[in-house]
């Protein structure tokens, strides 16, 4: 027996290393086809080939987002003044003012980008094959997080589908119970019809008869009903089978729909006809849950 899978899920690992922190998010939506989209920090570009081969490997339906957050750790390095870059800028200040530059201006001058270097590493510094390695293992490890977090939400699906499973049953077999009171439904309409029609007896006896079972054929929803039945089993096994069933239990459901619309089209009766929609309504819901199955 297989596991039935969601597409919806959301999933975060975390980790500490001596240059810092990292956090791996993985968050997963409905999709007609698997599309993951990477987010990464520079210098980790190069994994994102591996992260999108671990979701395939996962996953078949559904569109993913993975990101890869990195906080770097304090750098103890002492900071850098870039001395020819100041003393430019200084030289341009003194020209436009006329006069020397006091210990303010100075200081405005040094918070000009480039003119000190706070000794700070970007995440390129860090990358190497140990860190890839490392971010790598963490990106695995949120994948699969969320491929649990998928299979959760899929044991609720199939309770969910499992249960309109059972309604469809229930109301096919009503639907059967009224269905075999149409061929005397047919019978007594025509006969009120000749009744009204032909007061003085001109219709031929056979040709009423044959009049009877040829509109008793046109109404037979037996072989509708016996589609039903095979499309609830069909539904049950695919269950059972588990992931990826998404695609094959909205096709199914659309058939049953088709069946349903003729079980309607053919009824006589009231009751037949609130069978058959009843089926509809189910069969509804039905189709809109298995758009959340993978």
């Known amino acids: 027996m297989g596991t039935l899978s969601g597409m919806t899920g959301f999933a975060r690992v975390t980790g500490e290393a001596s240059w810092g922190?990292?956090?791996?998010?993985?968050?997963?939506?409905?999709?007609?086809?698997?599309?993951?989209?990477?987010?990464?920090?520079?210098?980790?570009?190069?994994?994102?080939?591996?992260?999108?081969?671990?979701?395939?490997a996962r996953f078949n339906r559904g569109s993913l987002q993975v990101s890869l957050r990195i906080e770097l750790a304090a750098s103890g390095a002492a900071a850098v003044i870039n001395e020819a870059?100041?003393?430019?800028?200084?030289q341009a200040a003194r020209k436009v003012s006329g006069r020397e530059l006091s210990a303010e201006a100075i200081a405005t001058l040094m918070s000009v980008k480039g003119v000190v270097d706070a000794g700070s590493s970007s995440t390129r510094d860090i990358m190497d094959e140990a860190v890839l390695a490392l971010l790598s293992t963490g990106a695995a490890q949120a994948l699969d997080e969320l491929a649990e977090g998928r299979k959760s939400e899929g044991a609720s699906l199939e309770g969910l589908l499992g249960d309109l499973l059972n309604q469809m049953e229930h109301l096919k077999a009503e639907a059967e119970t009224h269905a075999a009171s149409q061929p005397e439904l047919i019978r007594a309409k025509l006969t009120k019809q000749l009744e009204d029609l032909d007061r003085e007896g001109r219709v031929d006896a056979e040709r009423y008869a044959a009049e009877v079972a040829l509109s008793a054929a046109k109404a037979d929803v037996r072989e509708e009903l016996d589609r039903l039945s095979a499309h609830i089993k069909t539904g049950r096994e695919l269950l059972s089978a588990g992931s990826p069933a998404g695609r094959k239990i909205d096709f199914l459901a659309q058939e049953l729909n088709r069946e349903a619309n003729t079980l309607c089209s053919k009824s006589i009766s009231l009751d037949l006809t609130n069978a058959g929609l009843g089926l509809k309504g189910v069969i509804d819901q039905f189709k809109e849950q298995s758009a959340n199955v993978e």
Do not use: I, T, Y
């Open 21 to 56: 922190g990292w956090a791996w998010e993985a968050k997963s939506v409905n999709g007609r086809s698997l599309d993951v989209r990477v987010n990464l920090p520079p210098g980790a570009e190069q994994l994102e080939r591996e992260v999108k081969a671990m979701a395939a």
């Open 85 to 90: 870059l100041l003393s430019e800028l200084a």
